[in-house]
């Protein structure tokens, strides 16, 4: 088992930068295939990005594709999520969570076993 913990949220305006991280709690960090979602108000929870136990494989969801980059730090327990050139309708409460699932870079929340509380996000026009 894992525990997640995001931080690095905030207000931002449109064009800006955000750094996000998720630290994890547990000896196992290495053997989750992790990944970032976001929830805007009235929205579904939505994809992302995710990342391979090694750091090797990425994917993203074309929304962000070319702004946003996930990356792990394995020896600290953390993961990423490097937010630039960030948009209004980028607004959400971003989650990172944990697949026991290695390497299969997954976009289906559901498929995801653990999750932090999240850590908001705005960005002003």
């Known amino acids: 088992q894992v525990q997640l913990g995001e931080s690095g949220g905030g207000l931002v305006q449109a064009g800006g930068s955000l750094r996000l991280s998720c630290a994890a709690s547990?000896?196992?960090?290495?053997?989750?295939?992790m990944g970032w979602f976001r929830q805007g108000p009235g929205k579904e929870r939505e994809f992302v990005a995710a990342?391979?136990?090694?750091?090797?494989?990425?994917y993203y969801s074309d929304s962000v594709k070319g702004r946003f980059t996930i990356s792990r730090d394995n020896a600290k327990n953390t993961v990423y999520l490097q937010m630039n050139s960030l948009k209004p309708e980028d607004t959400a409460i971003y989650y990172c969570?944990?697949?026991?699932?290695?390497?299969?870079?997954?976009?289906?929340?559901?498929?995801?076993?653990?999750w932090g509380q999240g850590t908001q996000v705005t960005v002003s026009s």
């Open positions: 547990g000896r196992t960090f290495t053997t989750y295939t």
């Open positions: 969570a944990a697949d026991r699932q290695q390497n299969i870079l997954r976009a289906s929340w559901t498929t995801y076993d653990y």
């Open positions: 990342i391979s136990t090694s750091g090797g494989m990425t």
